[in-house]
């Protein structure tokens, strides 16, 4: 990570004593994934020398940050100005993400018609969703999640492998069946045990009779937990961008991921997919045979260059 400010910074700092807003109901951890990676997109930028305000604009605030729907709308528009520029984040869309329709998606959408001047989707899966429900956004452009490298980072050394079970993991800090409890179930039960070992963390709606459960985690201890396996399994639908599998893949686990939503965009060559759940297994039998070269072909967004890229859209 680079120390200092960069010329965006400074091109910040010359605009006022206020440098940025960010409207966001930030929970303490553990918790989701927006709030982890909000949290360490914020610890970047503070760490820089800039000023973020959290749910106020200063008069002196060229530009604001405001996070999908988990914020206080009225409070926002009460702040809001013409001459402070508003960038919407959106997720999504959750409907496809969650399997039902409460109207968030609407009202996320009236949100970014109305406030947003413009956007940012954490995956191009993200953007083709919204334009497939007709949700036009606002000069959308795509900017991954990252994660925190201080905390989520490959182990200094790996166990060998030789003697010993292969450690699988999945991660979930919400239970919506959708997050993957069709292919955890499957592996829970079938998975040879003098060759596999599963764990979960955090919570799920599956009924886990063999795999070891831990409840959610704060993220160091989480990160350490991922460093002592050796596979990450991202079984979820239509999940647009998986800051849980960010943060494994990160901390070096090659992935056995669900073909859907963003896992494609982020796991890259870093592991292997698979479609319907019982393709799950022999999918995880290619990534054993190629565990090695999967795992040397992890890539994962740098927070800095994520945290410019955020700038870059803050300043238009």
């Known amino acids: 990570m680079r120390e200092g400010r960069t010329e965006i910074d400074v091109r910040f700092r010359r605009r006022g004593r206020a440098d940025l807003a960010v409207f966001h109901e930030l929970v303490p951890p553990p918790s989701g994934g927006g709030h982890q990676f909000l949290r360490a997109l914020l610890g970047e930028l503070e760490r820089r020398g800039l000023r973020v305000e959290r749910n106020r604009i200063s008069s002196e605030t060229p530009a604001c940050l405001f996070n999908s729907f988990n914020f ?3 409070r926002l528009r009460r702040f809001a100005r013409t001459d402070c520029r508003m960038v919407h984040r959106v997720d999504g869309p959750l409907a496809a993400y ?3 329709d409460d109207g968030t998606d609407s009202r996320v959408a009236q949100l970014n018609r109305e406030l947003a001047q413009a956007t940012v989707v954490q995956s191009r899966y ?3 969703a919204h334009r497939e429900c007709g949700i036009e956004l606002r000069a959308p452009r795509v900017i991954p999640n990252a994660v925190d490298p201080a ?5 200094r050394v790996r166990d060998a492998r030789a003697g010993r079970s292969l450690r699988l993991i999945a991660t979930s800090w919400s239970d919506n069946p959708r997050k ?3 292919v955890l179930s499957l592996l829970d039960r079938s998975l040879d ?3 596999f070992t599963l764990t979960f963390v955090g919570r799920t709606s599956a009924t886990l009779e063999r795999a070891r459960v831990l409840g959610p985690l704060p993220s160091r201890q989480l990160a350490d937990v991922l460093r002592s396996h050796d596979i990450y399994v991202a079984g979820s639908v239509n999940d647009p961008a998986s800051n849980a599998l960010l943060e494994a893949l990160a901390c070096g686990l090659p992935a056995l991921y669900r073909a859907s939503g963003g896992h494609p965009e982020i796991v890259g060559d870093g592991g292997v997919p ?5 393709d799950a297994l022999p999918a995880l039998e290619r990534l054993v045979s190629e565990l090695d070269e999967r795992r040397a072909a992890i890539r994962v967004p740098r927070l800095d260059e994520v945290a410019d890229r955020y700038l870059e859209a803050l300043l238009g």
């Open 151 to 155: 905390i989520f980072h490959p182990p």
């Open 274 to 278: 698979f479609e319907a759940p019982e």
């Open 193 to 195: 045990g003098t060759r």
């Open 180 to 182: 993957g409890a069709d």
């Open 98 to 100: 969650r399997g039902f």
């Open 126 to 128: 993200s953007l083709e």
């Open 72 to 74: 206080d709308e009225r």
